[in-house]
């Protein structure tokens, strides 16, 4: 146990994700060493990012203002939605320069287990854009992992009775790793999604 | 410190720090392992999806002083027809939180590992609605809380039963009915899972009786367990 402020503050950086009690320690003291106007950079990067950054009110993205850099730029393809579980990964998809259209983020994944159902998503959310937007395609881009693959398959049966073209993002194998080395789900799922080669 | 092995399989995740999970499994020599699984979530992970939740698994671990560490991960089975069907996949999630509720650390319980994996092949092979409540009761009977159905619990009267008391441990009659009410046709379906007709009963569709068996599980165990099952149902909340 510290004095007052000291302990605070270790109990703040406790609660972070992937801060363990001896990391916030030593972040702590980090920070105590640290010259005074660097952190207080930090303090006002908290701070600045709690007062100027919310919600995208159309696709929960983060946004300055109202809607996000995406929803506002007409440039952008309509008709298409890209379903992913969090922001960051509007950024990975970003990164690949393969996807013109809009996004929505459901600010989680289905997790019966942590008691996480489909009411605590944005579901009725994206929902109710598929018309005023006249949405034709939506892209399950949730994670292949058992909650992104419950989250796709529940929205999947939501959306195809509606009438609208519903994808799911490909599994497949990393480039630049060894075939010996991948596990059999994912080599079994690629070897489903081959494709013909075009020479 | 040494080195193991072990087959389990995988119950649930957290992760860890930048790239890694904790990985919880019920084995077959060990009970309950706690264990890390380092870089597993980068794309690249040769552990792939051999440490999901759902796999079946042959792993080399070494011991750890508070968690121990998984070096490698062999898949027997990753249960695929499960993972790709949302409800299979909801049933499978309810049987993995109730085994990491009852399964404890260093404690082995073949039965229970085999009662899981019985189980997982039952719905890899086909869906069982009747799988979840089948489950739970057959689990609450083999951890030694096998309710009484023949007469009351209280009086002992044969005649009508019209009601079950999940403190009682048994079902129980007009005059001294308390606890929650069940039906004829969840008496007659319970007394079916824990005599000798479990076969049957997975091989049955959907019947009326089947949520009420398992809300009436769920509130049974939750009462031995002493904490809150939370998997039942999440799936239908919309
Ligand atoms: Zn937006
Ligand atoms: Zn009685």
Redesign the pocket.
Known sequence: MYAGPVQDLIEELGRLPGVGPKSAQRIAFHLLKLPKQDALRLARAVTEVKERVTLCTRCFNVAEGDECGVCVDSRRESGVLCVVEEPRDIVAVEKTHEYRGRYHVLQGAISPIEGIGPDQLKVRELLARLEPEEISEVILCTNPNIEGEATAMYLARLLRPLGLKVTRIASGLPVGGDLEYADELTLGRALEGRREVEA | MGLYRERGVVLRTIKLGEADRIVTLVTEGRGKVRAVAKGVRRTKSRFGARLEPLSHAALLCYEGRSLDTITQAEAIDHFRPVREDLERLGRATCLLEVVDAVVQEGEADPRLYQMLLGALRTLAANDAPLLVPAFFWRLLAQQGFRPVLEH?V??G?GGALVAFDVGEGGV??P??RHGTRITADALGLLRRILGGDLVAVLAEGPLPAGPELEYLGTRALEHHLERRLRAVGVLDRA
């Open positions: 009351c209280a009086c009267s129980l009659c005059s001294c």
